[in-house]
């Protein structure tokens, strides 16, 4: 997943702010084409993931396709597709440490 600089979506009769990217390739014709799937997801107050706010397929085909050796090169190109900018690698918060329990 990749941070996104933030993008309004309008989801359930109100706009709400998209900051992370989910792609992965759900379909590749060998030497023709990939389909990948998409998630756009805000993000909670805890920045934690928070709901899917958009969500689709892109089709890479033609010159795009025979340059794509590597994964950086896909995530660049459905953000291109989606007119979105990458801005880093999403990494969930580490929760807190929890506090022993000790005896009274």
Avoid: R
Wanted: glycine fraction near 6%; proline fraction near 7%; aromatic fraction near 12%.
């Amino acid at each position: 997943m990749k941070t996104i600089e933030p993008v309004s979506i309008w989801d359930n009769g109100q706009v709400v702010e998209a900051k992370v990217l989910n792609t992965y390739a759900i379909n590749v014709t060998l030497g023709t084409s990939a389909v990948f799937y998409y998630q756009l997801f805000a993000e909670n107050v805890d920045l934690t993931l928070g709901m899917q706010v958009a969500q689709g397929n892109l089709t890479m085909t033609g010159d795009a396709y025979t340059q794509w050796t590597i994964d950086s090169y896909a995530w660049d190109w459905v953000a291109g597709q989606l007119n979105l900018t990458i801005t880093g690698d999403y990494v969930p918060p580490v929760p807190p440490d929890p506090q022993p329990i000790t005896a009274e």
